[in-house]
């Protein structure tokens, strides 16, 4: 569904996948998610492909159960949701932080993000978190969670380049990453929606297929 806007949502400057095989530009919209978008981010899901899901959730989800779809849509718990849409309004990118008191009393957050498969590559991920953290250093977050499975070159890479003294911990499933961030990372706030350049890729299918994100908090309230 078209949403009308009452002014012009500012531009988010992202690095994305210039290549000859890619032709002209097109705009995303990134903004904030809520239960409204259920039936979307449903579909969103359905959409990504095995592995893309297990990299994400750990696990097949598709169809995502009722909980997870909750979760997903901020029914349940208070976490920052992202959602990513395309020029047609569908979704192609999901991300969210669940805020919560680690025992020394510090805020820290769990963070889940995925891009659809035929967007990943593009930087739209490394965006789509730059700005979740930038938003949790707003809130006073001084610790981020990310759960990523050992296999997933990917989103190791994009957490090594951006925090590579952050210690981890390697469980029996996957590896738990603790970067620290502080006031410093709060950067510049963009308002919400924000428009976002997105290369068309003319040869894509419209149904995802590759990987990419880290998986849904299991033990915080998001």
Known sequence: MNRTLTSSPPKLAAPLLIGPEL????????????????????????????QSQYFRFFASVAPPSTSLLRTLSGVTGSADILILTDSRDAVIGHAMAADSLAADGQLETNIGLVIGDDWQGRGLGTALLDMLVSRAARRGVRVLVLDVLPANDRMRGIIARRWPDAPAERTRDALVIRPSIGPADAG???????????????????????????????????
């Not at 706030?189 to 998986?215: E, S």
């Open 23 to 50: 032709a002209g530009w097109g705009t995303g919209l990134i903004r904030s998610g809520g239960p409204g978008d259920a039936d979307a981010i449903r579909a969103f899901v359905c959409g990504l492909s095995p």
């Open 188 to 222: 510049y706030p963009v308002p919400l929606p924000a428009v976002m350049g997105l290369r068309n890729d003319r040869t894509a299918r419209h149904v995802p297929a590759q990987t990419g994100g880290t998986r849904a908090p299991r033990r915080s309230a998001a």
